[in-house]
């Protein structure tokens, strides 16, 4: 198991989730097409759609 944490500009919150989740996935040696499932727990579609984007899983 591993954690990430990102820090993002102020206007840019729904970004974070995505240099967190990469920073974790490094630290646990695992690439994001090795995970089954993501869940982000954000209440806005938004950050959803920008992990997807961000890391071409869709």
């Not at 869940?39 to 759609?49: G, K, L, Q, S, Y």
Request: hydrophobic residues 50%; glycine residues 2%.
């Amino acid at each position: 198991m591993a954690i990430g944490f990102a820090r993002v500009e102020r206007t840019h919150p729904a970004e974070a989730p995505v240099p967190a989740a990469v920073r974790a996935l490094d630290t646990a040696d695992l690439t994001i097409h090795q995970v089954d499932a993501i869940t982000t727990h954000n209440p806005f579609a938004v950050n959803d759609i920008v992990v997807a984007r961000e890391t071409s899983v869709t």
